[in-house]
């Protein structure tokens, strides 16, 4: 009935603290890093905040690191740098948002990396970048994301940006549970890192006003016995916020809270708390709107109520413009001494919205719980069809491959045995630790020379298999000679002192219905790759 309008300029009131807020999310421990990658993600990081400031960064700024990052490999850099481009965005017209999200997106689910996905397809969701799409479409990218989160990693450094991130898609579409709860999946991300305490402030701050919202949305509904549970709440909320780790404004945007939450549903153990006077706030018309609630003079009520109206916008603050209106109703009742239709009409409009945006939330609920269905399946398959340790197809996965490329009636195929040299010495002189990261990485190597079309494949503890969708042996052979050449090449001593790691690889092509046959094959040609001294390709 009054929807808010949705900007592609600065955020509005509700919403630019909760971007703030999932935009704040800084490094903790989590992967190790080299000095030159770790001092290039805190340059990256650095740019977020500025990034939400017109004029503050450029993109040629943010494009340098990102191509260093790109020459590099350094995946996460290149994320932070997407990120960074999306959010000014909204103020460099030169910068096309949506670009830079997709590009965001690409790179999170190449990486397989939950957290910068669900952060991806939320920002998508929300008004941070232009979208033609329907608005069903968002829904499931924001449910998606959702789910994305419940099974992410604890450690990630952007998981509480994500959660916020959510909390804001959730917040605009007044789904404030829902936002609630990734709010206080935010709050906890941060407890856990015991770091940048103003930023669980941030988050707090943002529960705050959340609460807030939903509270005089349901006061429009008349007073109902939930009001109570629901201003205790709200009232909660603002007082836990730690006001010293804020901005002063900030603090009076609390205290102005406070002031119509104690207006709204007044405290049963103490006195309200003194009205702010700032008459310059950002949300000084609350003020109005907390004396129109509070003055036993419906006359000079409803003078407070005309001051609040006309600072309030109702596209950008519904909840607080259609409570005015609705107070302005039963002041006037008041005054005639018997309800109004206008009171009675929008009493009825506001059940009406109530119960819309009830359906609303079912209906994402519901959207939640599909893909919640979706993933299971999809980790049950993966439990099933992949190596549990690097991620790469297990030999079921690779019978289901199989069945695929006979569905394509695909003929040749070019087959790759990869063995790690001496790999036994590895464990034993380093651990099982170490010898597990280094097949983790080997297997990683593996997937970055092969395409859609092929596939990586875990065939024993040390062994890997490439199933690669080509006939073509030379082209083949240059793929494998600049896969050992990358092996070697690793910075393998920053995994432990003295670690080199290499790899013999034999392959061979042959028909897809002989796969036996054709292992026997390659199997024969990394037998002479071992025999020529190792860490080199034969055929």
Not at 470 to 496: F, G, P, Y
Request: proline residues 4%; hydrophobic residues 45%; negative net charge.
């Amino acid at each position: 009935m009054f929807p808010r309008a949705l900007t592609t300029g600065a955020a509005s009131p509700e919403t630019e603290r909760m971007t703030i807020a999932a935009a704040a999310g800084l490094p903790t421990a989590v992967r190790v890093r080299t000095p030159e990658h770790q001092q290039a993600m805190d340059r990256v990081t650095e740019l977020i905040l500025r990034a939400q400031t017109p004029g503050a960064t450029t993109s040629e700024e943010r494009h340098g690191i990102v191509q260093e990052a790109h020459a590099h490999g350094w995946a996460d850099v290149v994320m932070v740098g997407e990120y960074v481009a999306v959010l000014a965005a909204r103020y460099d017209k030169s910068l096309d948002g949506r670009d830079h999200l997709r590009a965001l997106l690409e790179r999170a689910r190449e990486d397989d990396d939950e957290v910068w996905e669900a952060l991806a397809l939320a920002m998508g969701a929300t008004d941070a970048v232009p979208d033609p799409r329907p608005r069903l479409d968002a829904d499931r990218d924001l449910a998606r994301a959702t789910v994305l989160l419940e099974t992410a990693n604890r450690h990630h450094e952007f998981l509480a940006s994500a959660h916020g991130q959510c909390a804001t898609a959730y917040l605009a579409r007044d789904m404030w549970g829902l936002a609630l709860e990734h709010t206080a999946a935010a709050e906890a991300c941060h407890l856990q890192a015991r770091h940048d305490a103003w930023r669980l402030a941030t988050a707090m701050y943002n529960r705050a006003e959340i609460q807030l919202r939903r509270l005089c949305a349901l006061r429009q509904t008349g007073d109902r016995p939930a009001l109570r549970d629901e201003g205790e709440a709200a009232r909660s909320a603002a007082q836990r916020v730690p006001l010293s780790l804020l901005p002063e404004s900030w603090a009076l945007d609390l205290h102005i809270f406070e002031n119509l939450v104690d207006a709204i549903v007044p405290p049963v153990d103490s006195s309200p708390r003194p009205l702010a006077e700032q008459e310059d706030a950002e949300f000084a018309a609350y003020v109005d709107l907390s004396r129109a609630f509070s003055d036993p003079d419906p006359t000079e009520a409803r003078r407070h109520l005309a001051r609040a109206l006309e600072g309030i916008d109702p596209d950008r603050e519904p909840e607080f413009h259609l409570l005015a209106l609705t107070l302005d109703a039963e002041l006037e009742a008041a005054q005639l001494g018997h309800p109004t239709a206008g009171l009675r009409l929008g009493r009825e409009l506001s059940l009406r919205r109530h119960q819309a945006r009830a359906d609303a939330v079912e209906a994402m609920r519901s959207l939640i719980r599909h893909e919640q269905m979706v993933a299971e399946h999809a980790r049950l398959r993966v439990a099933a069809e992949f190596d549990e340790l690097t991620g790469v197809a297990n030999r079921r996965g690779l019978a289901g491959h199989l069945d695929m490329l006979a569905e394509h009636e695909r003929v040749e195929v070019t087959l790759v045995l990869v063995d790690l040299d001496h790999f036994k010495e590895v464990n034993d002189t380093h651990g099982h630790e170490i010898g597990d990261e280094v097949l983790v990485r080997v297997a990683s190597a593996l997937r970055s020379v092969v395409r859609e079309t092929d596939l990586v494949v875990r065939w024993g503890g040390d062994e890997f298999l490439l199933l690669l969708d080509t006939d073509d042996l030379d082209a083949a052979t240059r793929r494998c000679a600049v896969l050992v050449e990358n092996i070697r090449l690793e910075h393998w001593d920053e995994l432990a002192p003295a670690l080199s790691v290499t790899v013999s690889i034999g392959l061979a092509v042959g028909k897809v219905a002989d796969l036996d046959g054709l292992r026997e094959a390659a199997d024969q040609a990394l037998y002479r790759a071992k025999q020529r001294g190792r860490d080199g390709v034969a055929v």
